[in-house]
């Protein structure tokens, strides 16, 4: 038994890169190289770290992963392709994370998305190379039930999520504004 979460998977050059909830809560790592079928597992995190499917991308040189942790924390961790160092970023602190996070690559930039408290719906940002994340409130108290999923649309971010009554509900902002739109 290796998996314990849905995984998440991404391209990276010429290698498919996949993370997943292991075993004891930690954040395992996978990669293979296209056309072999010789897999290499990594430890990303820990015994007792990851609490949520991962969301997982390839920004450049870097792999990039976010996971709800302990404490119902989104944490960040990062590697430069070729290494096993994974660098750990605490996103947001205790009791700010409901969901599994969906991540993607904004230009210089990773956004990061997940349900906070009272089924708000969350979105951090922080520019590459620099461990401040800002913190955003896409849509107030009850707005979102399901984990989000979250895509770079030209020049502005696209969320979607189920809403109340299960209904698909779907926001954007552009790029470098606060300010979201509902539909």
Avoid: C, Q
Avoid at 51 to 71: E, L, R
Avoid at 133 to 145: D, F, M, R
């Amino acid at each position: 038994n290796t998996t314990y979460s849905a995984p998440s998977m991404a391209v990276d050059g010429n290698s498919v890169v996949i993370a997943a909830m292991g075993a004891g809560h930690r954040l395992k790592f996978y990669w293979a190289v296209n056309g072999t079928s010789t897999w290499h597992a990594e430890t990303v995190a820990g015994k007792n770290t990851t609490y949520s499917a991962p969301s997982i991308n390839v920004d450049g040189n870097n792999v990039n992963i976010a996971a709800v942790g302990p404490g119902h924390r989104l944490k960040f961790y990062w590697a430069v392709n070729g290494t096993a160092t994974w660098h750990a970023e605490t996103v947001a602190g205790k009791n700010t994370t409901y969901s599994a996070p969906s991540m993607t690559v904004n230009g210089n930039s990773v956004n990061i998305s997940a349900v906070g408290p009272r089924h708000r719906l969350r979105f951090w940002w922080a520019v590459n190379g620099t461990a401040t994340w800002h913190g955003e409130t896409v849509a107030g108290i009850n707005s979102a039930y399901s984990a989000p999923s979250m895509t770079v649309n030209g020049n502005s971010v696209n969320i979607s999520a189920d809403g109340p009554l299960y209904r698909l509900r779907f926001w954007w902002a552009v790029n470098g504004t606060a300010t979201w739109h509902g539909e």
